[in-house]
């Protein structure tokens, strides 16, 4: 590692031209606390030819003198295993890495992005000194998990800052939307894993957006139920929008029928009615949910169902404003039309007869492995739910009893009027089928 002896004069920032790297600017207190004291500062690469020069300052008393490792390479890979295509990759996997620093320039470099927790610094330390290099060390840390492979990826591609949010630290992604990404986090005092949805800063800029984003924060905030994810806070930092819940460790219906195929017909009973109990008390508390679907529905080791996902909820009571549609002024449908009632594929405003609809459909593809009108292109599964009838249940399934295939058909009706009038209604009907 190449150390380079920089002479700072004064108090001034000072501006570090490296020809074919970028500009780096800090001041003589971020450089040294003490005049004369010495400390390694990581610095991003410079591509070739490295000339430094630092423009000349007024003479003073003062000469503090630092040493700033040049590091001439900077190569970082990452390789995933996905084993769920429709989310984007976790960074699960130990990274590769090639990087010519110290560990004590590594430990400076987790140090300053604050993620590590101030009980787990004496470790950091320990790991990084007794290490004979930066990636031998980037393998134990990542071994005693002090931090994730996205961290440690983020942290050393110079965006450590990044996985600071509010009072939380963002531990690994989990899940993207349309308006933004989900992450793991945990609180930095409590010390609790939290679930953050993350608006995008491209949506930030959109107002319908933006109120989609805080109607979801609001519907939530209403709800107290076992099941539906837990709603506890909505944050702004900076520009960045975010939503904190309960995290939910668990499987989401539609992963888990990708996976397993249909479930036994008890099981898939068993789990639309508990996603009914909970859209019960929504219903009770003025809020339409307006996207059940089975991957908004997760399930929980102990066999807990939970609703989660109120993006497109609308507030029944005290909302002001013409209510929202699945169906937007220039004819782009929201939501997911697989498993979206008439009424809302037609512009229509939606109740809570639309969700106990839904919930019909995912039941349909928790006992089908697929949904009531699987093909096609969007217009033509709005056209379908218009005016077709679903596949019947007991043709897919002979073992599924005639009595809760005629339950699904009736969640499922065209007219809201003929299907159960509340997910209560719902729930009492499918309790039928539960062992």
Same mark, same amino acid.
């Given at each position: 590692?190449?150390?380079?002896?920089?002479?700072?004069?004064?108090?001034?920032?000072?501006?570090?031209?490296?020809?074919?790297?970028?500009?780096?600017?800090?001041?003589?207190?971020?450089?040294?606390?003490?005049?004369?004291?010495?400390?390694?500062?990581? =610095?991003?690469?410079?591509?070739?030819?490295?000339?430094?020069?630092?423009?000349?300052?007024?003479?003073?008393?003062?000469?503090?003198?630092?040493?700033?490792?040049?590091?001439?390479? #900077?190569?970082?890979?990452?390789?995933t295993a996905n084993p769920h295509p429709h989310l984007k990759p976790a960074h699960k996997a130990i990274p590769s890495i090639a990087l010519p620093m110290s560990p004590a320039c590594l430990f400076g470099m987790i140090w300053? +992005?604050?993620?590590?927790?101030?009980?787990?610094?004496?470790?950091?330390?320990?790991?990084?000194?007794?290490?004979? +290099?930066?990636?031998?060390?980037v393998s134990e840390i990542l071994e005693l998990g002090l931090l994730s492979s996205f961290q440690m990826e983020e942290i050393l591609a110079g965006r450590g800052n990044s996985l600071l949010l509010g009072s939380y630290v963002?531990?690994?992604?989990?899940?993207?939307?349309?308006?933004?990404?989900?992450?793991?986090?945990?609180?930095?005092?409590?010390?609790?894993?939290?679930?953050?949805?993350?608006?995008?800063?491209?949506?930030?800029? =959109?107002?319908?957006?933006?109120?989609?984003?805080?109607?979801?924060?609001?519907?939530?905030?209403?709800?107290?139920?076992?099941?539906?994810?837990?709603?506890?806070?909505?944050?702004?930092?900076?520009?960045?929008?975010?939503?904190?819940?309960?995290?939910?460790?668990?499987?989401?219906?539609?992963?888990?029928?990708?996976?397993?195929?249909?479930?036994? #017909?008890?099981?898939?009973?068993?789990?639309?009615?508990?996603?009914?109990?909970?859209?019960?008390?929504?219903?009770?508390?003025?809020?339409?949910?307006?996207?059940?679907?089975?991957?908004?529905?997760?399930?929980?080791?102990?066999?807990?169902?939970?609703?989660?996902?109120?993006?497109?909820?609308?507030?029944?009571?005290?909302?002001?404003?013409?209510?929202?549609?699945?169906?937007?002024?220039?004819g782009m449908v929201l939501g997911t039309p697989d498993f979206a009632a008439p009424e809302q594929l037609g512009g229509s405003p939606a109740d809570t007869r639309s969700d106990v609809y839904s919930l019909g459909c995912t039941?349909?593809?928790?006992?089908?492995?697929?949904?009531?009108?699987?093909?096609?292109?969007? #217009?033509?599964?709005?056209?379908?739910?218009?005016? +077709?009838?679903?596949?019947?249940?007991?043709?897919?399934?002979?073992?599924?009893?005639?009595?809760?295939?005629?339950?699904?058909?009736?969640?499922?009706?065209?007219?809201?009027?003929?299907?159960?009038?509340?997910?209560?209604?719902?729930?009492?009907?499918?309790?039928?089928? =539960?062992?």
């Amino acid at each position: 590692m190449t150390k380079i002896t920089i002479t700072v004069e004064g108090n001034d920032p000072v501006t570090i031209h490296v020809t074919g790297g970028p500009v780096q600017t800090a001041s003589p207190a971020e450089l040294t606390s003490v005049a004369g004291s010495q400390r390694d500062v990581p =610095c991003s690469p410079p591509r070739s030819h490295e000339a430094i020069s630092v423009p000349p300052r007024p003479a003073a008393a003062v000469v503090p003198t630092v040493r700033l490792p040049v590091v001439h390479d #900077w190569r970082y890979h990452m390789t995933t295993a996905n084993p769920h295509p429709h989310l984007k990759p976790a960074h699960k996997a130990i990274p590769s890495i090639a990087l010519p620093m110290s560990p004590a320039c590594l430990f400076g470099m987790i140090w300053q +992005s604050r993620t590590i927790d101030s009980n787990e610094e004496e470790t950091l330390f320990r790991v990084t000194s007794a290490c004979p +290099s930066a990636e031998a060390a980037v393998s134990e840390i990542l071994e005693l998990g002090l931090l994730s492979s996205f961290q440690m990826e983020e942290i050393l591609a110079g965006r450590g800052n990044s996985l600071l949010l509010g009072s939380y630290v963002l531990l690994e992604p989990i899940g993207e939307g349309g308006m933004g990404k989900v992450y793991k986090a945990r609180h930095r005092l409590l010390r609790e894993n939290r679930a953050l949805k993350v608006i995008r800063g491209e949506v930030v800029g =959109c107002e319908a957006s933006v109120q989609r984003f805080l109607r979801e924060g609001r519907a939530g905030a209403r709800l107290c139920h076992e099941n539906i994810v837990r709603t506890i806070d909505l944050g702004r930092e900076g520009d960045t929008l975010f939503l904190v819940t309960d995290y939910v460790a668990g499987t989401d219906l539609r992963r888990l029928v990708t996976t397993r195929g249909p479930l036994p #017909w008890h099981e898939a009973a068993s789990c639309a009615r508990q996603a009914a109990l909970g859209l019960q008390h929504a219903h009770e508390q003025g809020v339409v949910h307006r996207d059940v679907k089975p991957s908004n529905l997760i399930l929980t080791a102990d066999g807990t169902v939970k609703v989660l996902d109120l993006g497109l909820a609308r507030l029944l009571l005290g909302e002001e404003g013409p209510p929202p549609t699945l169906l937007t002024p220039n004819g782009m449908v929201l939501g997911t039309p697989d498993f979206a009632a008439p009424e809302q594929l037609g512009g229509s405003p939606a109740d809570t007869r639309s969700d106990v609809y839904s919930l019909g459909c995912t039941l349909h593809f928790l006992l089908a492995g697929e949904p009531p009108f699987p093909g096609g292109d969007v #217009w033509s599964k709005v056209l379908r739910h218009h005016s +077709s009838s679903a596949p019947a249940l007991t043709e897919l399934r002979p073992d599924v009893p005639a009595e809760l295939a005629a339950t699904v058909v009736r969640m499922m009706d065209k007219d809201p009027d003929r299907r159960y009038q509340t997910p209560g209604e719902a729930a009492a009907a499918l309790g039928l089928f =539960c062992r």
